[in-house]
């Protein structure tokens, strides 16, 4: 059912060295590789139809505007939109997120008004929020995380009240893997009247995401996650909150009349996207969904479970070696974030480096969290579609030359 023998060979970047050995790519929960198809589109944008969207009356740019808007298509489908008008381009999670924040955070919130996050955020489902906060008055509440890694919701009963308008977690947390109880957490923020906001930027690409079955009102996520390229993500919004809030960035094509008076927005979703997008990068994009599709979203989240027991399973065996996050891979995706003894985590990260294995070393763009663990930065594998077994046997015997390495 998954080849990942045939999945393997659509990417060719993983057919090199590295420091002299097979690259093992363990890094897809920064950014994943690209398959032969996804990088294949953009070429052939820029090599047999390039031009602008939206404007030129002649055959390549009406070829260039289809091919945009079909990508589109492709991305509202893959997450169940209930039409493609909600799927609004950005640059990534970040800017989608951003833009939630600008548009409708400071159109909507007022002083005493709570945002609720939790302490296993990344900075871009964090930051935004305590910069709302600042600007309007509004307060944001932390919901803990447990001694397993997952979150204490005792807390988030507790601090639900009609005073909550806005409730923005993650999906699975790029650090711990943990996977929240989304669906029942939606049903009671919007038993007080509180919207919510997911961070998508790890779930998306892992697992089935169902915005009509979750219930959410946004969805953030990005492209260069999932097989496409960088420079391009999505917000996915209801629409009728996105009809009421107010553009985040005006000028160029999110216009539908402008005086010298004043102007008048465009209708969804190109009211939010102004300026010339990114046209190769959404091509590529709505491939990648395309190649995702093929393969199938249940199988990809079966196959990373089957791989995340396996790695625990050895990773617990290492010594020294501690894991973050909940033990159990139904639980949980494929981010293991980790430390070993007194090591650093960049050693580990260097050493690892020298067998030819990409892993990511640092605090992952979560510092609260890394905080709240006492720690500094952890050293992190990831895996995607692509990887086998035999990476993470790769990583074990790594991990064990780092530790008679740098050990005294
Ligand atoms: N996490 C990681 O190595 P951007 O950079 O906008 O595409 O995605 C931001 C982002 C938001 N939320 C979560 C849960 C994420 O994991 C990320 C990106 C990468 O963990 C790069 S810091």
């Known amino acids: 059912m998954f080849n990942t023998e045939e999945i393997r060979r659509k990417f060719p970047i993983l057919d090199q060295q590295s420091n002299g050995n097979p690259l093992t790519y363990l890094d897809s929960g920064a950014s994943s590789q690209k398959p032969e198809t996804v990088i294949e589109a953009m070429n052939s944008y820029y090599r047999q139809y390039n031009a602008n969207v939206h404007r030129g009356i002649y055959q390549l740019s009406e070829k260039a505007s289809a091919a945009y808007e079909n990508a589109r298509k492709k991305i509202a489908r893959f997450i169940n939109a209930s039409t493609w008008r909600e799927l609004i381009f950005t640059r990534n999670t970040t800017e989608s997120i951003n833009l939630v924040a600008y548009s409708w955070g400071l159109t909507n919130l007022k002083s005493g008004d709570v945002i609720i996050t939790t302490e296993m955020e990344h900075h871009a489902n964090l930051v935004p929020w305590q910069q709302l906060a600042a600007q309007t008055g509004a307060k944001v509440k932390y919901i803990p995380i447990t001694e397993q890694g997952c979150l204490d919701l005792t807390k988030y009963d507790a601090w639900l009240s009609p005073a909550v308008k806005l409730v923005a977690i993650t999906q699975m947390s790029n650090v711990l893997g943990t996977i929240p109880p ?178 990511r070393a640092g605090h992952h763009c979560a510092m609260p969290l890394h905080d709240k663990l006492g720690l500094s930065a952890t050293t992190r594998a990831s895996f995607y579609v692509y990887n086998i077994a035999e990476d993470v046997d790769r990583l074990v015997n790594g991990l064990d030359k780092a530790r008679e390495l740098l050990t005294k």
């Open 182 to 359: 989304i669906k029942t957490m939606i049903e009671q923020a919007h038993a007080v009247g509180a919207l919510v906001l997911l961070d998508g930027a790890q779930s998306v690409p892992h697992m089935p995401v169902d915005v009509q079955a979750l219930g959410c009102d946004f969805l953030a996520f990005s492209g260069h996650k999932m097989l496409g390229p960088t420079g391009i993500g999505a917000l996915w919004g209801r629409k009728d909150i996105l009809s009421q809030m107010p553009p985040f960035m005006t000028g160029g094509d999110m216009i539908k009349r402008v005086t010298l008076e004043g102007s008048e927005w465009h209708s969804l979703p190109w009211k939010f996207e102004a300026g010339t997008p990114a046209i190769a990068e959404a091509i590529g994009f709505g491939e990648a969904v395309e190649y995702l599709n093929t393969l199938g979203m249940a199988n990809i989240r079966q196959h990373e479970i089957e791989l995340t027991t396996y790695a625990l399973e050895c990773l617990n065996q290492v010594e020294g070696l501690r894991i973050y996050g909940p033990q159990n891979p139904q639980e949980r995706g494929g981010a293991i974030s980790f430390t070993m003894g007194d090591i650093h985590p960049h050693d580990i990260a260097a050493v690892l480096d020298g067998e030819g294995i990409a892993v």
